[in-house]
């Protein structure tokens, strides 16, 4: 039995379940467990813990399946209008996401129902034990990655980014961001089609919606850029906010994030294959994003929404304001409240990781400004207000 199937098996084992759905997922996990045996080089932790993943996530594909076969009627929730965030990393996105989360009147997607979208939050009375599971996860990066929550922060009831659902479909960065997993990557950029993969996210935000109040979703994940015309595909409706800083000022930093956390995983990751990974990747994405937005806006769209680092640094409140304004929907004084507490209670937090020098990660920031020319041109007049 291959490892592929070896996986497949055991998540049928594991639920008692067999139907696993729409089958575009497969290609992409085939080139992902090749990866994880022939280049990732996984020590103790890795071994363990890459496996037990990729299992759980077919696990959730079966248990997803299983609750529309009983439940058909989640298929008519609706997921309508959307909001996006989107952006290189580093630019201030987590902490808006952070900032929409306190909207008693949205719906964010948390960690714990990110990781684990069954059974449906609808479905579960009293607290959810799935909270727990957060906790001992935020613990578990702490005891072994403490860098990592200084650069990025986590919570177990907070939101989270969409890759954990796109990691459903095994079209996600989330793997490249735990392994180094090149053939994976190389297809990911070049080849792979996320239209099925959007598609399956919208299935999973309809189950995690069901039986709730219905409320408008925030959703976020920079990777997004790479592949907006199909998200698109899945959220025609969808409005976006781009978070924007000068990509020089970032690179590095999501470089030595990645090395961060695949260092969980691995004794032998390479800071200059993770570089070149990410300046690849980013710049690529850049340039794609842009193609999509000149189009939706030479149709007269307005999709985008644009908030500037240093502006989100000096007032948080006054940036989101404006964002609901352009939504048209209300500022409580509930959710302002709740969003100056946190950007308080956050401070201690932001930006206190120092990172290595470009060299460490073969990046040379005069070839960096080069590659997204295009884009900060057009920062000025995008944010300018």
Known sequence: MSPHDELLTAAREQTGLDDFGDDSFHEGLELLVGDLRDHARLNATGQRSMPALLVKLLSQRLRIEDWYRRHPEIDDEQVTAPLIGIGLPRTGSTALSFLL?????????????????CPPPGTVEGDDPRIENGKAQIAEITRLSPRTLAMVPGSPTGPMECLPLLGLSFASHYFQAFAQVPN?????????????????????????QWRRPAMPWRLKTPSHLLWLHHLDSAFPDARFVWTHRDPAAVIVSVADLCTEVAGRFSDDVDPKAMGALNVEHWSTGMARALAFREKSEARGED?????????????????????????GEPVTAAFADGMAAWWEESAAHRERAAHPEPAAFGIEPARITPLFADYTARIPQWTRH
């Open 303 to 327: 999709r985008f929404h644009d908030i500037d680092f240093r502006a989100m640094q000096q007032d948080p409140v006054a940036e989101v304001r404006r964002l609901y304004a352009w939504l």
């Open 184 to 208: 994976y990557s190389r297809w990911l950029l070049h080849d792979a089609d996320l239209s099925a993969a959007y598609a399956y996210e919208r299935r999973v935000l309809k189950l995690l």
């Open 101 to 117: 989360a306190e909207d008693p009147g949205a719906r964010s997607l948390r960690r714990w129902e990110a990781n684990e979208p």
